[in-house]
């Protein structure tokens, strides 16, 4: 009969070199966690289930994590990894036939597709441990693969680690196989006799091997995703290969990116085939952008859907919202959230925008904002028009109807609404509603009163 498989993440620690006031597994990268990142990938071999362990800021762990046949453990004191399985004995007891999978919550970039050959060459060599190594020019900080006096494999901490062994390059990359039987026979031999005084999970390869179980490893050459996130500079560099990774399968897609370096494109969002990314643009969130669009440079968007052929020219920024079919946005717009840009509309530079639906065809062009706003097809916002939509205590409404016109440099003073094909005179603060068809004027008439300039220069 095949085995099941379990699988345990190690995040209870805290993380003490990201000198973080929160947890290290639940600083982001590119729109998920780092622990997330570690879950989606584990649950892509189909556990019966994912034991998490727990510790510093559980709470938040727990609230943040999502996925299926989760199931959190708590350990309370951080005393190493070893420690941490087996603060989870009773749940693994559980499912004592199957093989566990235990990897540290703290390697965002390992892959599925790294991990099933380790559970395949654990399954045919009928392992009871295999752990996954790799060759690293670098192995700083990792725990180096070695023989024992006695000629058997084990791992020797970096703190513990003389010169010489340090300069050993196949590491330990954090991810093991148990037969979880023999694991919770032996877990208890562990003991804490090294340089930082913890349980080390490593020790139980050692440990195996002399009680007679048979004991592997499996070497991985996907080295790129071999980045133990300690420090935030791993963190940096672990955003960047998941950026790259992102953009790599945008372009196989059919999206262009012009600039892959300056790209920021966050793990979920979504771009329909021959959309154009000019440099510097940061997508984020679960951003969906439809086909054939132009993301011009230091685009900013959050979150946001966009339809198709859609322009979004340079430096704007858009939060929460909704850019239909064939509408223009930019330069310099920003669109807070809520605002629905409607089929064909076109709104430009320096208009802000809030909680507004402005509607198909519509123009704003210049200088505006438009807060709390219904404003329909074909509507002309002049240049500088200011919805006042708070009178210090409450918003009220603006409803714009059909082809209406609106001068510039007009007030709108909330709750108002303006008929459709009206026009409004620029330069007004309208305060009444204003019916279909009519034309609206406030503001105080001009008066000319000639040679006037003349008369003063000569005083
Ligand atoms: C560990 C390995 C090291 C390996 C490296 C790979 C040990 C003793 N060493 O070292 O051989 O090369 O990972 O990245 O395992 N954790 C708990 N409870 C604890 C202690 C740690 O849940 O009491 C969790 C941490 O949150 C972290 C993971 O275990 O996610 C690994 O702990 P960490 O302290 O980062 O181990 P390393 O020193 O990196
Ligand atoms: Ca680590």
């Not at 399985?85 to 009773?90: D, F, K, Q, T, W």
């Not at 300069?167 to 919770?184: M, P, Q, R």
């Not at 340079?314 to 840009?341: C, K, N, W, Y």
């Amino acid at each position: 009969m095949k085995k099941g498989l379990s699988a345990l993440i190690l995040a209870a620690g805290k993380g003490t070199r990201f000198k973080s006031d929160k947890i290290k597994v639940l600083h982001p990268l590119m729109g998920k966690s780092m622990l997330q990142w570690v879950v989606d990938s584990v649950e892509r071999l189909r556990p019966d289930v994912i034991h998490i362990v727990v510790g510093y800021q559980e709470d938040l762990v727990q609230k943040s994590i999502t996925g299926r046949k989760i199931n959190f453990i708590l350990q309370k004191e951080q005393l190493g990894t070893a420690h941490a399985v087996l603060s989870a004995r009773s749940a693994l007891r559980r499912k004592a036939q199957n093989d566990l999978l235990i990897m540290n919550g703290d390697l965002p970039l390992i892959r599925a597709e790294t991990l099933r050959p380790l559970l395949t060459h654990h399954r045919e060599k009928g392992n009871s441990l295999t752990f996954l190594t790799t060759d690293l020019v670098n192995p700083t900080g990792f725990g180096r693969v070695m023989l024992s006096d006695a000629k058997t494999i084990k791992i020797i901490e970096e703190k513990d680690a003389t010169p010489a062994q340090r300069k050993l390059t196949e590491i330990n990359v954090g991810i093991y196989l148990f037969a979880i039987k023999d694991l919770l026979e032996d877990l208890a031999q562990v003991s804490n006799t090294n340089k930082k005084g913890e349980y080390y999970l490593t020790d139980m390869i050692e440990i195996f091997a002399r009680n007679g179980r048979k004991v592997g490893k499996h070497k991985t050459k996907n080295t790129e995703e071999i980045v133990g996130v300690n420090d935030r500079y791993e963190l940096a560099r672990a955003m960047d290969a998941l950026r790259l990774r992102k953009i790599k399968s945008l372009t196989e897609r059919g999206v262009t990116v012009c600039d892959p370096g300056s790209t920021w494109i966050d793990c979920n969002v979504k771009i329909g085939r021959d959309t154009v990314i000019y440099p510097s643009v940061i997508l984020e969130g679960e951003s969906v952008i439809g086909s054939h669009c132009t993301l011009y440079p230091y685009v900013h968007l959050t979150d946001t859907r966009v339809g198709k052929r859609v322009k979004l020219l340079s430096s704007s920024m858009i939060e929460q919202s909704v850019i239909q079919d064939d509408a223009q946005v930019g330069p310099f717009t920003h669109l807070r959230p809520h605002s629905v840009i409607r089929k064909g509309a076109k709104v430009g530079n320096f208009v802000e925008m809030k909680n507004t639906v402005f509607g198909r065809y519509s123009k704003a062009g210049h200088l505006s904002y438009l807060g709390d706003a219904e404003i329909q097809d074909r509507v002309n916002i002049g240049a500088g028009t200011i919805t006042c939509n708070y009178d210090g205590i409450k918003k009220s409404i603006t409803r714009i109807e059909s082809g209406a016109f609106i001068g510039s440099g007009t007030e709108l003073v909330a709750p108002v609404k303006i008929g459709k094909k009206a026009y409004v005179g620029a330069g007004s603060t309208i305060t009444k509603d204003v019916s279909s068809e009519a034309l609206a004027v406030s503001r105080s008439r001009q008066e000319e009163r000639p040679g006037w300039a003349r008369r003063k220069r000569k005083k």
